[in-house]
């Protein structure tokens, strides 16, 4: 068994770990973030092939975050070739909360875009999250103030961004 985390890039092999990482921590997301919908399990394989096809054009950098070989986290950066800068997504577990595990997965996933090239990650977080505000914060994002909430989220969210050192 290991204890380090590593950030892998998704992939089909990840289908089914993937699936009930995100069944699992269905309601402990939704109470933070706003919840996927039944269309999303409904349609997961599709939407898996379709976050895969982004990872091979090159468009966004889509992870997972595994540690002892279980899903315990989602990374991903979007928009890679957005001029006002690509987004920051993640979410870890309920049961691997407070490891450290968010930071070290935002840590390699900015190294790993910033080897792509961009340089202006943006990030927004619900107002209340504190811990997920920590988070950006111990990886350098400056808060930028509130930002429009995700689609379908009746929550308030506050805008974060950081500038990314040249490869």
Known sequence: ??????????GPQHARALERFERDNRAFF?????DRG????ERFDELLAERVDENRCGTSLLCVLVLDDEIVGRVNVLDLDR???????????EHAQGRGLATAGVTDALAAASARGVRTVT???????????RVLEHCDFEPTGPVPS???SPREFVGYRR?????
């Open 1 to 10: 068994m290991t204890s380090t985390p590593r950030l892998e890039l998704l």
């Open 30 to 34: 939704a109470a933070r973030i706003g």
């Open 38 to 41: 039944d269309g999303f399990f």
């Open 83 to 93: 001029p006002d800068g690509a987004e920051l997504g993640y979410r870890v577990a």
């Open 123 to 133: 990030a927004r977080v619900f107002v209340d999250n504190t811990a997920s505000r």
């Open 150 to 152: 995700p689609d379908g």
């Open 163 to 167: 500038q990314l050192p040249p490869p």
